[in-house]
Nanobody, 127 residues
Framework: QVQLVESGGGLVQPGGSLRLSCAAS????????IAWFRQAPGMEREGVSC????????YYADSVKGRFTISRDNAKSTVTLQMKSLKPEDAAVYYC????????????????????WGQGTQVTVSS
């Protein structure tokens, strides 16, 4: 069955880096867009970044542009989110999700457009 499994979260000091991975199984990653969302306590889930199928176009929330980089390795069925210069406001549970049509647009995406989600990985940014 379709599964998305996130890993790589943890505790990091402000200014530090983390790399999140989303391992996909049960479907061919090549044909789908994958997005990262995050949700902090008491906040709505927000789209962080997305990478489309095909040409692999990338999209970012304004708050993470220049600090986060999304990439995909279709052969390994993995999408990675490299996060640098982390700030306390980046702390949240991070989820990866699959878009059924391979699209990231319109961006930012509505979480309701995505059909499968991982269980999430916690990112804590604190000194």
């Amino acid at each position: 069955q379709v599964q998305l499994v996130e890993s790589g979260g943890g505790l990091v000091q402000p200014g530090g880096s983390l790399r999140l991975s989303c391992a996909a199984s049960g479907f061919t990653l090549d044909y789908y867009a994958i997005a990262w969302f995050r949700q902090a306590p008491g906040m709505e889930r927000e789209g962080v970044s997305c990478i489309s199928s095909g040409d692999g176009s990338t999209y970012y929330a304004d708050s993470v542009k220049g600090r986060f980089t999304i990439s995909r390795d279709n052969a390994k069925s993995t999408v990675t989110l490299q996060m640098k210069s982390l700030k306390p406001e980046d702390a949240a549970v991070y989820y990866c999700a699959r878009h059924p049509l391979g699209l990231c647009e319109p961006w930012p995406s509505d979480s309701y457009d995505y059909d499968y989600w991982g269980q999430g990985t916690q990112v804590t940014v604190s000194s």
